[in-house]
Structure formats: structure tokens, C-alpha cells
């Protein structure tokens, strides 16, 4: 059952995707028969959603409480607030929908106040360009580097690589970085009896997960690997030996804890004298770690004709190419090597005398040279290139700046001003500085129900816009502001005396006050581009809410 379900919710997405891609290719121009026969869905339903105005992925039965117009602009919220390093779990997600009813006096329709897990699983099969995924932790720091931030950095890297003359030498570039190699390794997904067998998870043999060891590595632009650096915590052993079927070069040094220091990285850098070209200069790209700098560490590099480039602070994710292309591989190599290990032999244990000869295993077990080139070009560090990272990169940034629709923290405020974001949305420009003028003036349009929700929620997320107006602009005078009032009070009278002298208003269609075909009352839509009133029977009786558009036959010519 499960599998065949999974199916159908594949298929409906499948569908609901083809039928969107059809309207769009319609409203571009195309025709409906050729459009439905190229993306294989009904010719009548995809005419229908186009008359009607309907959402390509509405279907038969109950319709949901919340309108698919809305559920898409709750997809794109979402997705913004994921790009901004803010995402809501599944359960945030309920917790808003049922604030965003509540701040609307709406009601679910089996009367529940929050909605249920099964409303979740609707709404993601509704809208397949959502995933639950998990997110990838992020310092609060690197969330403020901003695009203008990169590109001065990038601006300023590429005229130092400009003026040393080694824009186009890759093996004169270079990126150093440590990482810490735990000697427990990472539990993976096994093959193991189910739940009814076996209680618990299945184990796995491991070494002692809270000892790691340090090292530093260094590849060039061109995929050439200095061999590992290595440090390892005080004391140091007297016979020792643990660079036994190591990589070819690689070299120990100890710390009081293990760590780089200034007086580690200076070793460092003697070391990577030792391995490197004698063309020089050559360039080696450091983050901004403090143990990086010091006098002595800047006068050996400037004798050595080794040139030092910092990074641009807090931005290692996307500029080190190291984080970006060859650490992830590498840990996964040292975890296999790890696991094979003890596959092998149960009761092996994992030291310091074994350490440099797995790592060696490990960096054998990845294609270093295609990873460090392949590195350099994703951080656009070689070649240069400081279009590689789009505004994604940089969206956390915007977390903290004061946009117009960013939700606060106030749940109140936060629901009201996506409410008013979503109903603006659906409102032509025109209509909203009506609305807008009309707010400002003090007066009413006592026909409009648009106008009327357009009002209260301005109200409920921004507060009067008299007052806004008068705090933030400069050219509002307190004179005309009673100017303002005093002609929306004139044109306000002048309305009634007009509509008690009319009666009340007519349909724009029929020319009546009320249709022939019904004695009863009767609900009107108002044309978003005239602002002209009509009888819901007279434009065909359809149904659209306040969130969709509404254009008159009138101006559709």
C-alpha cells in the first residue's frame, strides 16, 4: 500500500507540474490544443484554469481552508526564510498557518485550531518545490558577509594577483587550512534486522571518539598536495615512531593542546619552503585565524618570497577552497578507512602510532588533484571569477536588515504583515495608490470591500498611515495634513449625498441595482483595474475570494 500511495503522490506532482508549465506557455503565447497535446494534459482542464483563473494544481473534492493562490505565497515565504538561514520545521509551519487564521477570524473546517500533520503532507504534495531538508550550521558571523563585501575583496585580489604577475599560474597558488580527525568515525545507514528483531540501533565498533589529532594541509591551484602537516598535544615521545607508511613528506610537530599556534605556523611555512617551487613568488590564501599572524611569521614569509593573503573575514564557506572541495571528500575517506579498519580486526584501536598511516590511506582513497583544482574553481579563486556565488550565498545577511515583508519577531506582527504582503500582491499598482491616497486623505470608500480589508490590515501591520506618513516624510506638514482632511471630510459628504439621491450603486453589466434572475440578495465583485461594481450572477457566477484578480470584460478589451 505504501509504495502504490507513493506512487500516486509522484504522479500527482507530476501533473500539477506539467499543468503549471501548460498555463505558463499559454499566457506566453501559445496555443491551448498545441500547449496540452506538447505538455500531455487535458485540453478542457487547462482552458478551464485559464478562463477561470484557477490554480494549475487545483483538483476535485474538498478544497483546502487556505486558498492555493495563498498556500503559493506561503511556499515562497518559506523558501526566503530557508535562503535567509531561518527555516520553520513542519511544526513552525502549523503553529503559523494557525496564527495567520487566527489573525483573520478563519476557521478550519472540522473546526481545529491548528492543522493537522495530514494538512502538512497535503500542502508539501501540493507544492513539490519544497523538501524537508536538514540545514547545515552556520556561524552567526559569516551571516553578516555581504554581497558588497565580496566583491570588494575579489576586486582587491585580483589586482594583487595582477601586480606579482600570477594571475594565470595556478601552481604558484596556494590555500592552506587544518581540520581535526576524530578517531570514533561517523555511524552510517547498515543493513540490520527491522525493529521487531533487533531493539535499539544496530552498534558499531568505533575508537575513542573524544581524541583527534590535527593536521594541516595545503593544495595548489593546479592540484598539487604539500605533504600533511601534523600536530599532535604535548608531551613528545623520546623513541616513538609515527610516521611509519605515512605519505611520502609528511612531518610532526607538537603543541601544548594540540593546536596551531603562532610558533606552529611558522614550522609551517619552513616546511612549505621546503616542498615548493623555487620560482617565486608564490601565494598562499589563509583565513584570518589569530595564530596566523604575527611579525615574525610576515618578515620569514616576505625573505622566502612566499606572499600571505588573507581572506575575507567570516567567509571560509564559500571562499576557502579547502572547506569547499576537498575536506568533505577527505573525511569521508578517513571514515571508510576507520570502518574497514576495524572490519578487518575488532580489536584494533585507533593512536597516534597508527594515525599518519591511515591518514595516508585515506588521502589515497580520493582523487586529490581533480578535488583541489576542481576546489578552487567553485570559490572563484582560480580562475578568478566573483560572479561564482549567487545572492543565495548572502541571503542569511538579509536576516539582518530592515526589509518591507520580513516577518518580526511578534507572532502578531509577523502573521498581519504577511497577510498584507500577500494581499497587496494581488492588487495592481493603480488600485494601491487609490487605496493608499484614500488612507492618507481620512476618508472611506463605503462600497469597497477590497478597500475595506485593504484598511484593516494596513491597520493591523503598519498602524494608521497618517501617523507613518507624518513621522517619515519630511514634506507632510502638519498644514497638509488638515488640508487632506478637511477635502476627504468635503468629498466624503458630497459621496453620501450622491448615493442617498441614487439609491444605491448599480451593476456595471445589467445597468440594475439588482438582477432579474434572483429576488434575493445578491454579492458583487468590483473589476481591479475600473474599480467598477458588478452582480457575481452577472459576470457568471463564479467563485474567486478577495486574495485572487478580478478583471471586467471591459477592460480586458
Known amino acids: 500500500m505504501a509504495k502504490t500511495k507513493m506512487a500516486n503522490q509522484d504522479s500527482d506532482r507530476k501533473r500539477g507540474k506539467r499543468m503549471k508549465e501548460a498555463v505558463d506557455a499559454v499566457r506566453k503565447g501559445g496555443s491551448i490544443r498545441g500547449t496540452a497535446k506538447r505538455f500531455n494534459v487535458c485540453r478542457t482542464s487547462l482552458d478551464r484554469r485559464l478562463k477561470n483563473n484557477l490554480h494549475p494544481f487545483i483538483k476535485q473534492g474538498q478544497k483546502p481552508f487556505l486558498d492555493l493562490f495563498e498556500e503559493d505565497k506561503v511556499s515562497q515565504w518559506l523558501r526566503e526564510m530557508a535562503s535567509r538561514g531561518i527555516g520553520l520545521t513542519p511544526s513552525q509551519l502549523r503553529d503559523f498557518v494557525a496564527d495567520y487564521l487566527k489573525q483573520r477570524s478563519m476557521t478550519m473546517p472540522n473546526g481545529n485550531k491548528r492543522p493537522s500533520h495530514g494538512w502538512y503532507v497535503r500542502f508539501m504534495r501540493r507544492h513539490p518545490e519544497l523538501k524537508r531538508r536538514k540545514e547545515s550550521l552556520r556561524e552567526g558571523a559569516r551571516a553578516y558577509v555581504t554581497a558588497d563585501d565580496a566583491e570588494k575583496w575579489f576586486a582587491s585580489y585580483d589586482k594583487f594577483m595582477g601586480e606579482i604577475g600570477i594571475r594565470h599560474e595556478p601552481e604558484k597558488l596556494f590555500n592552506m587550512d587544518e581540520s581535526g580527525f576524530d578517531f570514533g568515525g561517523k555511524g552510517e545507514f547498515v543493513l540490520a534486522p527491522t525493529k521487531e528483531l533487533m531493539k535499539g540501533n544496530p552498534p558499531r565498533l568505533t575508537g575513542n571518539k573524544k581524541e583527534r589529532l590535527t593536521a594541516a594541509f595545503c593544495i ?69 585565524v589569530s595564530s596566523h599572524m604575527s611579525v615574525d611569521i610576515f618578515q620569514f614569509a616576505k625573505e622566502k618570497n612566499i606572499e600571505l593573503y588573507r581572506l575575507l573575514p567570516n567567509s571560509t564557506h564559500f571562499l576557502q577552497p579547502l572547506d569547499n572541495g576537498v575536506f568533505g571528500g577527505l573525511k569521508k575517506s578517513w571514515n571508510t578507512v576507520l570502518r574497514r579498519r576495524l572490519q578487518e580486526d575488532p580489536g584494533a584501536k585507533t593512536t597516534k602510532l597508527v594515525f599518519a598511516e591511515l591518514l595516508n590511506k585515506a588521502i589515497n582513497g580520493i582523487d586529490m588533484k581533480r578535488a583541489a583544482v576542481s576546489a578552487f574553481r567553485a570559490t572563484g579563486t582560480f580562475p578568478i571569477n566573483k560572479n561564482r556565488h549567487g545572492p543565495e550565498i548572502f541571503a542569511t545577511a538579509r536576516s539582518f536588515e530592515q526589509e518591507v515583508g520580513l516577518p518580526e519577531r511578534s507572532p502578531q506582527k509577523t502573521s498581519a504583515q504577511e497577510a498584507m504582503e500577500v494581499f497587496s500582491s494581488v492588487l495592481s499598482t493603480p488600485v494601491r495608490a487609490h487605496y493608499n491616497k484614500r488612507m492618507l486623505e481620512g476618508c472611506d470608500v463605503e462600497t469597497s470591500p477590497s478597500f475595506a480589508t485593504y484598511r484593516r490590515l494596513h491597520m493591523r501591520a503598519f498602524g494608521p498611515i497618517i501617523e507613518a506618513n507624518a513621522v517619515t516624510n519630511s514634506q507632510s506638514t502638519a498644514a497638509d495634513i488638515t488640508k487632506a482632511r478637511k477635502l476627504g471630510e468635503k468629498e466624503k459628504k458630497a459621496k453620501a449625498k450622491y448615493m442617498a439621491a441614487k439609491g444605491r450603486e448599480t451593476c456595471k453589466l445589467c445597468k440594475r441595482t439588482h438582477p432579474k434572475t434572483s429576488s434575493e440578495a445578491v454579492d458583487w465583485i468590483a473589476c481591479d483595474v475600473c474599480n467598477g461594481w458588478f452582480h457575481v450572477l452577472c459576470v457568471g457566477n463564479i467563485q474567486i475570494t478577495v486574495m485572487e484578480e478580478f478583471v471586467c470584460i471591459f477592460c480586458k478589451k
Not at 225 to 254: H, M, R, S, V, W
Open 220 to 288: 595548489s591551484a593546479a592540484g598539487a598536495l604539500i605533504p600533511p602537516f601534523l600536530i599532535y598535544p604535548e608531551p613528545k615521545p623520546i623513541n616513538a615512531t609515527f610516521l611509519d607508511n605515512a605519505f611520502p613528506g609528511t612531518e610532526i610537530q607538537y603543541t601544548k593542546k594540540g593546536w596551531m599556534d603562532s610558533a606552529t605556523f611558522l614550522l609551517f611555512l619552513r616546511h612549505l619552503d621546503r616542498h615548493i617551487l623555487s620560482d617565486r613568488p608564490v601565494v598562499l590564501l589563509i583565513d584570518s
